[in-house]
């Protein structure tokens, strides 16, 4: 059975950091390229970075562009979100996934999603 187990999350001030990770299970981690999403209220969910299998290749959304970092650790199977410089445009509630293919970032290859781990950015 896939799961996601994040955490992380927290309430800081604009220009805080926090540090997020994405326990995976059920399928082969080190095969897939793992995407961090995030979903504020009242928004669809997107794509926040994303990580490829080799851990060589990311790719950031335009917004979060130097100051969030994404790595992952294979012996772990998690994938983390390092988050600098915080934005109240960044709070939401962050989510991990695996996606298709290198190509599809924002496809998510499966539907059961973990909790998520909260992030509000507020002064």
């Known amino acids: 059975q896939v799961q996601f187990a994040e955490s992380g999350g927290g309430s800081v001030q604009p220009g805080g950091s926090l540090r997020l990770s994405c326990r995976a299970s059920g399928f082969v981690f080190g095969n897939s390229v793992m995407t961090w999403y995030r979903q504020a209220p009242g928004m669809e969910r997107e794509w926040v970075a994303a990580i490829s299998t080799g851990g060589s290749l990311k790719r950031y959304r335009e917004s979060v562009k130097g100051r969030f970092t994404i790595s992952r650790v294979k012996a772990e199977s998690t994938v983390y979100l390092q988050m600098n410089d915080l934005k109240p445009d960044d709070t939401a509630v962050y989510y991990c996934?695996?996606?298709?293919?290198?190509?599809?970032?924002?496809?998510?290859?499966?539907?059961?999603w973990g909790q998520g781990t909260q992030v509000t950015v507020s002064s």
């Open positions: 996934n695996a996606d298709l293919h290198w190509n599809a970032i924002g496809n998510a290859r499966y539907s059961n």
